[in-house]
């Protein structure tokens, strides 16, 4: 079974910087990093916003891009019980859990550590 894959766009391969929500957006928009950022930052200067990187801001703007968040399918469930028990191989997930993004695609985390063990908040998927 696949399980995690280091995953890392951040154009100076930074860990600490902050950027889980773009990495996944990159990840999920087939983009690059630098587009994904530019994107949800233009975004929020046309609502007025400022924080990019916080629920409030970028759940809108994935309903308005058309895609709706879903809740866990159960209480207490964490990322890796969820690709494992949930995940169909054939779509792509941005997982929220408290403070962090992550992405699963084709059954695998992608992110810059293996966060199979976070709680997870909601997710949306792309087919």
Not at 17 to 25: L, M
Not at 87 to 105: F, K, Q, V
Request: proline letters at 5%.
């Amino acid at each position: 079974m696949k399980g995690y894959a280091y995953y890392n766009p951040n154009p100076r391969g930074l860990h600490n910087a902050n950027d889980c929500v773009v990495r996944a957006f990159a990840y999920f928009f087939g983009v690059t990093w630098t587009k994904a950022f530019l994107d949800v930052i233009s975004w929020c200067s046309s609502k007025g916003l400022v924080r990019w990187n916080f629920p409030s801001v970028y759940t809108p703007y994935l309903k308005e891009l058309g895609y709706n968040r879903h809740r866990a399918p159960r209480k207490g469930i964490t990322v890796g019980q969820f690709r494992d028990e949930y995940a169909d191989e054939n779509r792509t997930y941005i997982i929220s859990g408290p403070h962090h993004l992550t992405i699963i695609s084709h059954k695998e985390i992608l992110d810059i550590a293996n966060c199979s063990d976070m709680i997870m908040n909601g997710y949306w998927e792309r087919k």
